[in-house]
């Protein structure tokens, strides 16, 4: 027992660097971008430095800018993806006031993106301004299931299972991979009770397919701090 939850409680946090990685790079480009958004720029201008980092990498669905009012004036998407016909409004969204708040990087929850039902999670960085203002905030959709297929999520050891969750309780991924889990918030689920109580360490508990595993869990840290956590179960009848 001593053993599979010291070897659960390793994989989990290896796992977590991977993820924790793919947010830090997050917060560092959009971060930059935002910094260049500071300087006037048309709507033109705008589209064409958001459309660089859509045609870079495939890990955003969408990215865009919102009025200091929440509303988006300039948008970009990944090829292929069709663009919202109605004007779109994020000033009730969790990750558009906590930009606004902190004046820097925030995390979002998981959840539909603002311009497609897939399945994403979002992050936004405000854009400087003078002090005094509301700032601009500049966003991206994080595509989940990109998350999953380019990270140590898709190269579990034999006999492993890895969840990512957030900081409510959401499916954020999970690998096995159950598109019918993710976005679903479980907070009453032994796992997801367990994660979201103790935060870190490790449980004997029935994961979320029902199955009675030792897990190991622990937050991401880093930019996201404890608003998504890691846990990797191996099934205790295997284990014994």
């Known amino acids: 027992r001593r053993h599979a939850q ?8 290896l796992v977590a660097a991977d993820v924790g990685r793919v947010v830090e790079a997050t917060a560092t480009v959009l971060g930059a971008i935002a910094q260049d958004l500071a300087a006037p720029r048309s709507r033109a201008e705008c589209e064409r430095l958001l459309g660089l980092l859509t045609r870079a990498s495939d890990r955003y669905t969408a990215v865009g800018v919102a009025s200091a009012n929440g509303h988006v004036y ?9 663009r919202a016909l109605e004007p779109v409004e994020v000033s009730g969204s ?6 606004q708040r902190t004046r820097g990087f925030a995390l979002g929850d998981v959840g539909t993106g603002p311009f497609s039902r897939t399945a ?19 966003f991206a959709a994080l595509d989940v299931s990109q998350l999953a297929d380019t990270t140590a999520l898709s190269d579990a050891p034999k006999g492993t299972s890895f969840v990512v969750l957030d900081h409510r309780g959401t499916v954020v991924a999970r690998a096995p ?3 019918r889990l993710i976005g679903s918030r479980l907070p009453d689920r032994p796992l997801v009770e367990t994660v979201l109580r103790e935060h870190q360490g490790t449980a004997e508990v029935k994961g979320l397919d029902g199955v009675k595993r ?27």
Do not use: K, M, N
Not at 94 to 99: D, L, N, Q, S, V
Not at 127 to 135: F, H, L, M, V
Not at 215 to 235: K, N, S, T, V, Y
């Open 94 to 99: 969790t990750w558009f006031r906590e930009a």
């Open 74 to 82: 300039c948008d970009a998407h990944r090829p292929g993806a069709a």
């Open 177 to 179: 991979r159950d598109e």
């Open 120 to 138: 994403s999670l979002l992050t936004s960085h405000a854009i400087p301004s003078p002090a005094g203002s509301r700032p601009r905030v500049l």
């Open 214 to 240: 030792i897990h190991g869990f622990a937050p991401l840290g880093g930019r996201a701090g404890e608003r998504l956590f890691i846990a990797a179960g191996q099934a205790s009848e295997r284990v014994f």
């Open 6 to 13: 010291s070897e659960v409680l390793y994989t989990t946090r």
